[in-house]
């Protein structure tokens, strides 16, 4: 029988690179995002059962109706992958915009949370399943600008580390994942739409593709039940911190 993955955001990017490539290793899926047409779009190309759960992540109660209208069986969650985040704006604290700082900690932070909290207790009593975060670079240091989407993937790190602790003794796995520049649509959105602020950020070097992370995902969820991957951080080769990049390309 196939175990049953939730990704969040698999409308794009690492979602939806690593729903394809699940798909290919015995999961079966529940894919979450609030384009529905981009995930009928995935569905069509995936060769496992699915189920489509649109919604706004960051709108607790919809979060809870979506998980709700599962079929029973679908709910017995064996991973959940809360990969959606998001930058928005790219400011010095005194200017940031305030309602990009709501966006990133309701999407990053708090989504993040209402998810876990409405998996994790079917898990607990179950006593088996595999929570993955999708950290960043961002989360293990801060750069210029970077101020609010740094601290809320410092956030997931540190929840992360929590959940381990609160979920050990029920027999969950917990990991991160913590990748640098990958190219996926993070830029585009970041930059809100300038496609060639978004262009700069990849020029002149090989960044990661989504892809990457999907396999380094699959990599975690396939390890023995003794082995628990706890931590990766993922770097494009020609990446040695978030802001030192040999772009010699
Ligand atoms: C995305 C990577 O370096 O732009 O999480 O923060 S970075």
Redesign the pocket.
């Known amino acids: 029988m196939n175990r049953i993955a939730l990704i969040t955001g698999a409308t794009s990017g690492i979602g939806e690179a690593t729903a394809e490539v699940l798909a290919k290793n015995d999961f079966d899926l529940i894919l979450t995002g609030r384009r529905k047409d981009r995930l009928e779009e995935l569905q069509k190309k995936l060769n496992c059962e699915t189920i489509l759960l649109a919604f706004d992540i960051q709108d607790k109660e919809a979060t809870e109706a979506a998980f709700i209208s599962l079929p029973e069986k679908w709910k017995n969650i064996d991973v959940l992958i809360n990969n959606a985040g998001l930058?928005v704006g790219m400011e010095t604290i005194d200017q940031g915009n305030i309602d990009d700082w709501e966006r990133m900690i309701d999407t990053n932070i708090k989504g993040l949370l209402y998810m876990t909290r409405l998996v994790s207790p079917i898990m607990v009593e179950r006593r088996s399943g595999h929570i993955i975060n999708l950290s960043?670079?961002?989360g293990k240091e801060a750069?210029a600008m970077?101020n609010v989407?740094?601290a809320t993937?410092h956030a997931v790190e540190g929840l992360t580390r929590g959940m381990r602790i609160d979920l050990v003794k029920h027999g969950i796995k917990v990991s991160s994942v913590a990748?640098?520049?990958?190219e996926t649509e993070?830029?585009m959105v970041?930059f809100k739409g300038n496609k060639s602020k978004a262009d700069d950020?990849y020029k002149g070097f090989t960044p990661l593709f989504a892809n990457d992370i999907a396999e380094t995902v699959l990599f975690i969820v396939t390890r023995p039940a003794h082995v628990n991957i706890d931590d990766v951080l993922i770097m494009p080769t020609a990446q040695a911190l978030?802001?030192v990049i040999n772009r010699e390309e």
């Not at 990748?179 to 990958?182: E, F, L, R, S």
Request: glycine share 10%; hydrophobic share 35%; proline share 5%.
């Open positions: 930058a960043s670079i961002a750069y970077g989407y740094c993937k990748p640098g520049a990958v993070f830029s970041r950020v978030s802001r």
